[in-house]
């Protein structure tokens, strides 16, 4: 179920674990991601897992606060939502990932990325 390997994805992200997540990939994936700094795309396995870690690669406390999958048709989508603290500055950030899963691993991904943002305060 494609389902899965979003899972996987999403673990492999918070625990940031570049092992892991490479495995998410198959060996020639194209993964393109749109962030704030801007335009990214990587063509393997390795490359793109050394991407996604590095953006929370100084970040602490890293805690998951949402996440989904579901298929668009013939697409995986896969949201989350994560909450942090880099360089003394608590941040969110969510990101998207549209992908094409061919046997149990991403083929194909295109990322989108809030950036980190302030968190704003709970209602009182």
Same mark, same amino acid.
């Given at each position: 179920?494609?389902? @899965? =390997?979003?899972? +996987?994805?999403?673990?492999?992200?918070?625990?940031?674990? %570049? *092992?892991?997540? /490479? $495995?998410?990939?198959?060996? @020639? =994936?194209?993964? +393109?991601?749109?962030?704030?700094?801007?335009?990214?795309? %990587? *063509?393997?396995? /390795? $490359?793109?897992?050394?991407?996604?870690?590095?953006?929370?690669?100084?970040?602490?406390?890293?805690?998951?606060?949402?996440?989904?999958?579901? $298929?668009?048709?013939?697409?995986?989508?896969?949201?989350?939502?994560?909450?942090?603290?880099?360089?003394?500055?608590?941040?969110?950030?969510?990101?998207?990932?549209?992908?094409?899963?061919?046997?149990?691993?991403?083929?194909?991904?295109?990322?989108?990325?809030?950036?980190?943002?302030?968190?704003?305060?709970?209602?009182?």
């Amino acid at each position: 179920m494609p389902e @899965d =390997v979003g899972s +996987r994805f999403v673990e492999a992200v918070a625990t940031q674990d %570049r *092992t892991a997540l /490479a $495995e998410c990939f198959v060996p @020639d =994936v194209l993964f +393109r991601a749109l962030t704030p700094p801007g335009f990214r795309e %990587r *063509t393997s396995a /390795a $490359e793109a897992a050394t991407l996604v870690t590095q953006w929370f690669g100084d970040s602490t406390q890293l805690r998951l606060l949402d996440s989904r999958g579901d $298929e668009v048709g013939d697409r995986l989508h896969v949201s989350y939502r994560f909450a942090g603290v880099e360089h003394g500055e608590s941040y969110v950030v969510e990101q998207h990932l549209f992908c094409v899963v061919r046997e149990g691993r991403i083929a194909r991904a295109n990322l989108l990325c809030s950036g980190f943002r302030p968190p704003t305060a709970a209602p009182e």
